[in-house]
């Protein structure tokens, strides 16, 4: 398999850290950041290596040569003027196999890329990976419709008093190259997000959108390298990929992140509880996967259309992301087994496996998002809440917001009762050893 690797920045806003490298150059952990990469690729079969190189070619050419060392081969093909991230590749199209993944050389990750590239389905031109950042509002965003294709691009800076999911085109790619030929002119297309590919999406064709919560970081600048390098050094890296069994929270929507309001019917009705971004930016830092899993039983009632519980997700997403945090995934069940309500969707009206305390949200993140269950917590307000986490065998804490418990219907006594969801994850994260291997009995 093929993997075109974007190798010709020219690094300006890291000129004193790199001494005149190319961007791709820059160290981490003692090797570049491009040397990483075509581990990463060799590692999931990735062994005919193309290096797009432009500024600093020689040295990228004087350090990795035919790629023998690493197991690859590599090829280089040098621009002699800039032309952008899509133009390079539309230049050098020709040469290119029929199907092959791109890279930024500026990038450091650890991404599953078998996983990412059979994911690729042949009706798309194009599959992109997209991810959750801490920084959305100054982010170049994608929005998928329900079939997980690319819907409409939202370039930065975004509109006002919009709400936006927060999933970021990561520059990460698969691509057929005979949905690129028609299109082949670097002038015209010299960047994919910017040009190429909402070009592409007015012509009618295909883009597939890939979620992910792995691992992927832009490192052109010096603090983001800073970041990147830390993140290394504390092995956050290592283990960021889906390949590796994560730990996770997941976390009641209502009641637990935002205010309690008898059914959110409306964006309008969400409010977010103080020191819920922080305290799930600590998690998002800790390198802890974040899962809301919520039952919205007024989508079966009539109450909320889907469209209108996106909206809400939106919202919240979006204030989440003006204060630094991010959510890896929401799972809602749109179920209602009780009959009788004004507009209900019959279609929706029956018990199902994950409608809680069952536990097929859980099982379904497990599943995408390849979590060790024996480092996982639940955080919720109810006694709902608490039975879900026993029948996952998972550990619970009961925050004393929203329905704080109340009811009792559900006997399950949870781990440990806490005010709110920032002293629980103070609880959690004080000590790291409860993410260590644990298994409640269901």
């Known amino acids: 398999m093929q993997a075109v ?5 020219k690094g300006a806003r890291l000129r004193e850290r790199l001494g005149g490298l190319p961007k791709p150059m820059a160290p981490v952990g003692g090797r570049p950041l491009l040397e990483h990469q075509i581990l990463l690729a060799r590692h999931y079969g990735f062994t005919d290596i193309v ?14 040569g035919n790629g023998e060392r690493w197991g690859v081969e590599v090829r280089y093909c040098e621009e002699p003027d800039p032309l952008g991230t899509a133009g390079a590749v539309l230049a050098n199209l020709a040469g290119l196999q029929e199907r092959f993944l791109v890279m930024y050389g500026d990038t450091m990750l650890n991404v599953h890329l078998q996983r990412f590239w059979e ?5 798309s031109a194009a599959t992109l990976f997209l991810h959750p950042n801490d920084h959305p509002q100054d982010s170049d965003l994608v929005e998928l419709d329900a079939a997980g294709r690319v819907a409409v691009f939202h370039p930065c800076p975004h509109a006002a008093g919009k709400y936006y999911a927060n999933l970021v085109n990561a ?15 670097p002038a015209a297309f010299p960047d994919f997000g910017k040009h190429l590919f909402p070009h592409l999406l007015r012509e009618g064709l295909r883009l597939g959108g890939y979620r992910s919560p792995e691992y992927i970081k832009d490192a052109g600048t010096p603090e983001r390298l800073d970041t990147v390098i830390a993140a290394y050094e504390s092995g956050r890296i290592a283990l960021g990929s889906l390949a590796t069994p994560a730990p996770a929270v997941f976390l009641d929507r209502d009641g637990t992140l935002n205010r309690e309001v008898s059914h959110v019917k409306a964006p309008s009705e969400l409010e977010v509880l103080p020191g819920t971004a922080s305290a799930i930016r600590r998690l998002n830092e800790a390198g802890i996967r974040t899962v809301v899993i ?14 209108d519980l996106a909206e809400i997700h939106r ?3 979006t ?4 204060g630094g945090a991010y959510l890896d995934a929401i799972y809602y069940c749109p179920h209602h087994p009780e009959r009788g309500f004004a507009g209900e969707r019959p279609e929706l009206k029956f018990p199902c496996a994950c409608r809680k305390p069952a536990t097929g949200l859980v099982a379904q993140a497990v599943r995408d998002l390849n979590l060790d269950l024996a480092r996982c917590w639940l955080i919720g307000d109810s006694s709902r809440d608490i039975a879900t986490a026993a029948g996952a065998g998972i550990r619970s804490i009961l925050v004393k917001t929203g329905h704080a418990g109340a009811g009792g219907v559900y006997r399950s006594a949870p781990d440990a009762v806490l005010p709110d969801l920032p002293q629980a994850v103070d609880f959690l994260l004080a000590d790291r050893s409860r993410f260590e291997g644990y298994r409640k009995q269901p």
């Open 5 to 9: 690797i974007i190798a010709g920045g």
């Open 315 to 317: 919202k919240l997403e």
């Open 171 to 185: 520059a990460l790619y698969v691509i057929d190259r005979k949905a690129l030929e028609p299109y082949a002119s």
């Open 319 to 322: 204030e989440l992301g003006a």
């Open 294 to 307: 919520t039952n919205q039983p007024v989508v079966a009632r009539g109450e909320c259309s889907e469209a």
């Open 51 to 64: 290096l797009l190189t432009g500024y600093g070619a020689q040295y990228v050419r004087e350090y990795f």
């Open 119 to 123: 994911a690729h389905a042949a009706s």
